[in-house]
């Protein structure tokens, strides 16, 4: 079950994130995920069930990403190219297709981002993107961004905010575009 998924975005975006329906049960407070209503609980069948709030869904994504690193640290993904999972960990790392960048081929891209407080500012969240041909070898940087620091904001946050920066950045687009056609020219 995934509960952050990217998708080909037909907005200003070329990528979006989307949260499935998340439930909390009033009865045992079981949080599940369903991609249509649920009246029931999973776990202990009670009807008391509500849509769940923003920290509860924060809540569940967390421990959903906890089960997907620890399902896939060891093992390869191979990631649909409309779909792919996010797993946080002061980096996150998703795939694109070229296709998402109107660039007619089949290549995939993966992007890593790994990020942080700044050193050098400690009222900045730094974070360094890189890009990756998918089963390539070599990872390329593209761009460093840096956002204001939150106190004691939670991972998941700064994951949402560090993804839609990078969603509506211009150079992000362009340096990403820029890596797709030289691996193109260079690999075919």
Known sequence: MSILR???????GI??????????????????????????????????V???SKAEVYEFISRIAQLIHGRYAQDPRFPNLVETEISTLNCFA?????TALQIDSDMTTEIIVNYGQSSADQDKLTANVWAKRD???????LMSLHLPAKEDEPPNEQV????????M????????FDFMTK??????
Do not use: W
Not at 6 to 12: A, M, V
Not at 94 to 98: K, R
Not at 160 to 167: C, E, H, P, T, V
Not at 183 to 188: C, F, P
């Open 183 to 188: 691996q193109l020219e260079a690999g075919g």
């Open 50 to 52: 509500r849509s769940a």
């Open 160 to 167: 949402g905010r560090i993804f839609a920066a990078l969603n």
């Open 94 to 98: 998703f795939t694109l297709p070229a």
């Open 15 to 48: 990528i979006e994130l989307v949260i499935e329906m998340v439930y909390i049960c009033e009865n045992c407070g079981f949080l599940f995920s369903r991609t249509n209503e649920k009246h029931q609980c999973p776990d202990c069948g009670k009807t008391r």
């Open 135 to 141: 089963n390539g070898v070599t990872v390329d940087f």
């Open 169 to 176: 950045n211009g150079s992000f687009k362009t340096r990403l």
């Open 6 to 12: 990217l998708k080909l975005s037909t907005g200003p």
